[in-house]
T-cell receptor, first 111, second 115 residues
């Protein structure tokens, strides 16, 4: 069962920041927050993950609240190619199996 | 760098036929996963391997499904006999290492249609 809650859909104007929220109020101290996305007709693509601290890479930034009960994925300058379903997943530190995908957030970037 | 490679990309076959899906993981990765995606159930883990050995096959729907990994660079998922309800997109993924600090990398899937 998915342990995260995400909005079903969001819109974002091209060039603006896309902020995708995720609630994981039951997260434990030994669970990572992972983000994947799935562009139409492609496999899920890894974006970023974090444990406690905020993280940034070439694709996105991940902001995790101090109590770790929620997080936000930030795409700083959304493009049309960022239109996809975005999945927030919690995953135990010492467990490499069972990525449990929920229903995700469908992000539509418009011109 | 080459990612996870799956073949075929599309497969259409008649009910009762044997179907074989193929996967080549990223070189050096020691974990391999098979997932299935449908509109009704979303993405589900079917089975995964570590160092070519099946670790957990609890997600395999029934005995008609089987998976093998004869070597570190190749895996197959076989359905025999196939049924219309097996129609789905099947994804293969691979990762490196035991800790979940290592992300899984997915192929682009095989879209299977059973008529």
């Amino acid at each position: 069962d998915a342990k995260t809650t995400q909005p079903t859909s969001m819109d974002c104007a091209e060039g603006r920041a896309a902020n995708l929220p995720c609630n994981h109020s039951t997260i434990s101290g030994n669970e990572y927050v992972y983000w994947y996305r799935q562009i139409h007709s492609q496999g899920p693509q890894y974006i970023i993950h974090g444990l406690k601290n905020n993280e940034t890479n070439e694709m996105a930034s991940l902001i995790i609240t101090e109590d770790r009960k929620s997080s936000t994925l930030i795409l700083p300058h959304a493009t049309l190619r960022d239109t996809a379903v975005y999945y927030c997943i919690v995953r135990p530190v010492y467990n490499t199996d069972k990525l449990i995908f929920g229903t995700g957030t469908r992000l539509q970037v418009f011109p | 760098d080459a990612g996870v490679i799956q073949s075929p990309r599309h497969e259409v076959t008649e009910m009762g036929q044997e179907v074989t899906l193929r996967c080549k993981p990223i070189s050096g990765h020691d974990y391999l996963f098979w997932y299935r995606q449908t509109m009704m159930r979303g993405l589900e883990l079917l089975i995964y391997f570590n160092n070519n050995v099946p670790i957990d096959d609890s997600g395999m729907p029934e005995d008609r499904f089987s998976a093998k990994m004869p070597n570190a660079s190749f895996s197959t998922l076989k359905i025999q006999p196939s049924e219309p309800r097996d129609s789905a997109v099947y994804f293969c993924a691979s990762s490196l290492g035991r800790l979940s600090n290592q992300p899984q990398h997915f192929g682009d899937g095989t879209r299977l249609s059973i008529l």
